[in-house]
């Protein structure tokens, strides 16, 4: 089964002492060299941090949350499609967009005075 980007989906928290889980937003598309195994998500919590991007709930095309939601594009994971279940919904584009922008931004390209990369 594919997963298709702007999906939340819970799936493992790493990092976490004890085994819990966290909706992931899917930011990958079929493109993904491994689309049909695995997507790259970034995290959701219900935690507002200052870079954090909010989601309203309007930002829901299917699906939402009983409680504020807040996306954190930092934390990002190659999320196994086996290891997820239990779909939350869809997020619309435009906010997906905003979080892979966001993401883009904590991984700038250095260039040298040349233009290109070093």
């Known amino acids: 089964m594919n997963y298709s ?3 939340v989906w819970w799936g ?3 990092h976490k002492s004890n085994s819990a889980y966290r909706p992931w937003l899917i930011i990958s598309d ?3 060299p491994f ?11 219900t935690q507002q941090h200052p870079a954090g991007i909010a989601v309203l709930e309007d930002n829901w095309i299917r699906g939402g949350s009983d409680t504020d939601a807040f996306i954190s594009p930092w934390y990002v994971i190659n999320l196994k499609h086996r290891d997820i279940d239990n779909l939350q919904g ?3 584009q435009t906010l997906v967009a905003e979080t892979i922008t966001h993401l883009r931004n904590y991984t700038p390209i ?5 233009g290109n990369a070093e």
Not at 35 to 45: H, M
Not at 110 to 114: I, P, S
């Open 35 to 45: 689309a049909d195994e695995e997507s790259i998500a970034v995290a959701l919590t």
């Open 12 to 14: 493992p928290a790493p």
């Open 110 to 114: 250095n260039t040298g005075e040349d």
């Open 5 to 7: 980007q702007g999906e």
């Open 30 to 32: 079929d493109t993904h």
């Open 90 to 92: 869809v997020l619309s």
